[in-house]
């Protein structure tokens, strides 16, 4: 059995989302100590993380309480990196793999970074007859929404690889339902796609979106 990946002194970037692997995520980075990291990560091609916050801001203020966040993540890699003007970059970056922090440091200039061990990818498993409808749903909200706003930060039209896989259609539900964030943390966080998906299809059930 191969030992799990560990990178040491992973910067980090706290924010109130959580990214799924897989997942495309747009950010508009202004604050120096993010400025600095995301043009190194893009300089090198090395990924950051990102991890949800507990409690604290995006954005740091003076005489704010320090940032509390989750010590469960996903790795995020620069897909695209634009400078509109000075101090200010966009960004939109996917999801790979998600990791576990095993110790973190607060840097004098404000970064967090982190020695972190990687999660192994979901295993793939179809999504079974009874959960169906919730691939077909995910893939007639996509179509409308990415007919809607053609220029947002959505995934491409799927392929049938994909719609037939748990992990995928369970992340992508996760992304676009209005659950609070902390049961987003424990969806993203479960080792079972499988148990993943029927979790999204009772909320579903619940809404009426794919009853």
Same mark, same amino acid.
């Given at each position: 059995?191969?030992?799990?990946?560990?990178?040491?002194?992973?910067?980090?970037?706290?924010?109130?989302?959580?990214?799924?692997?897989?997942?495309?995520?747009?950010?508009?980075?202004?604050?120096?100590?993010?400025?600095?990291?995301?043009?190194?990560?893009?300089?090198?091609?090395?990924?950051?993380?990102?991890?949800?916050?507990?409690?604290?801001?995006?954005?740091?203020?003076?005489?704010?309480?320090?940032?509390?966040?989750?010590?469960?993540?996903? =790795?995020? !890699?620069?897909?695209? *990196?634009?400078?509109?003007?000075?101090? &200010?970059?966009?960004? +939109? #970056? /996917?999801?790979?793999?998600?990791?576990?922090?095993?110790?973190?440091?607060?840097?004098?200039?404000?970064?967090?970074?982190?020695?972190?061990?990687?999660?192994?990818?979901?295993?793939?498993?179809?999504?079974?007859?009874?959960?169906?409808?919730?691939?077909?749903?995910?893939?007639?909200?996509?179509?409308?929404?990415?007919?809607?706003?053609?220029?947002?930060?959505?995934?491409?039209?799927?392929?049938?690889?994909?719609?037939?896989?748990?992990?995928?259609?369970?992340?992508?539900?996760?992304?676009? =339902?209005? !659950?609070?964030?902390? *049961?987003?943390?424990?969806?993203?966080? &479960?080792?079972?796609? +499988? #148990? /993943?998906?029927?979790?999204?299809?009772?909320?579903?059930?619940?809404?009426?979106?794919?009853?």
């Amino acid at each position: 059995m191969a030992l799990p990946l560990t990178l040491t002194s992973l910067p980090l970037f706290p924010l109130e989302t959580v990214l799924f692997p897989g997942g495309l995520l747009p950010l508009r980075v202004f604050e120096v100590r993010y400025l600095d990291m995301v043009r190194k990560c893009q300089q090198a091609g090395a990924p950051f993380g990102v991890v949800a916050l507990m409690s604290g801001r995006e954005v740091r203020q003076a005489g704010a309480p320090q940032e509390q966040f989750h010590g469960t993540g996903t =790795l995020a !890699v620069i897909e695209r *990196l634009e400078t509109p003007q000075p101090g &200010l970059v966009t960004l +939109l #970056v /996917r999801g790979t793999q998600r990791f576990r922090i095993h110790q973190r440091s607060h840097l004098p200039h404000g970064l967090w970074v982190a020695d972190v061990e990687q999660i192994a990818e979901d295993t793939p498993v179809p999504v079974p007859e009874d959960l169906r409808r919730v691939a077909q749903a995910l893939d007639q909200v996509l179509r409308t929404l990415r007919a809607r706003h053609p220029d947002s930060a959505l995934p491409a039209a799927p392929s049938p690889v994909q719609t037939n896989d748990c992990s995928w259609v369970a992340n992508r539900w996760c992304e676009l =339902l209005p !659950v609070p964030l902390a *049961l987003k943390q424990q969806l993203m966080e &479960l080792e079972n796609p +499988l #148990v /993943r998906l029927e979790l999204v299809g009772d909320v579903l059930e619940r809404t009426g979106i794919a009853g």
